[in-house]
């Protein structure tokens, strides 16, 4: 058989403290616990978004280190480059001047 679910003046009754001192009691009891959820809710809420805000800032900088990253790479490659086309041309310099003084010798 099915146990029905017993009213609510019968669960009132099994109760020895009179019904007139359990509901200010019990009333106050809720007004509390609703008050603490919702202060909770309230501050998941604000951290959720704290967390959301400071997770879109992080990838801002991630791309923002990301990218200087690359054009300090690139303006590294381009010195190296410079550097050796410099090289390259003060190696010209230097053969030029030898083979100016190669033909200036057997003039004199």
Same mark, same amino acid.
């Given at each position: 058989?099915?146990?029905?679910?017993?009213?609510a003046?019968a669960? %009132?009754? @099994?109760y020895?403290?009179?019904? $007139? %001192?359990?509901?200010?009691?019990?009333l106050?009891s $809720?007004?509390?616990?609703k +008050?603490? /959820?919702?202060?909770?809710? #309230?501050?998941?809420? +604000? /951290? @959720? %978004?704290?967390n959301?805000d400071?997770?879109?800032? $992080?990838?801002?900088?991630?791309?923002?280190a /990301?990218? @200087?990253?690359r054009?300090?790479?690139?303006?590294?490659?381009?010195l $190296?480059l410079?550097q050796?086309?410099?090289?390259?041309a003060?190696?010209?310099? #230097? *053969?030029? *001047?030898?083979?100016?003084?190669?033909?200036a010798?057997? #003039?004199?």
């Open positions: 058989m099915d146990k029905e679910r017993p009213s003046t669960t %009132i009754k @099994s020895r403290t009179p019904t $007139r %001192i359990l509901l200010p009691k019990l106050v $809720r007004d509390g616990w +008050a603490k /959820a919702t202060k909770r809710k #309230a501050k998941l809420k +604000a /951290a @959720s %978004i704290k959301r400071l997770e879109t800032s $992080r990838q801002l900088w991630k791309e923002r /990301a990218q @200087s990253q054009e300090c790479d690139q303006l590294r490659e381009q $190296r410079a050796q086309q410099l090289e390259e003060q190696a010209e310099i #230097a *053969r030029l *001047r030898e083979d100016a003084k190669k033909k010798l057997p #003039a004199l």
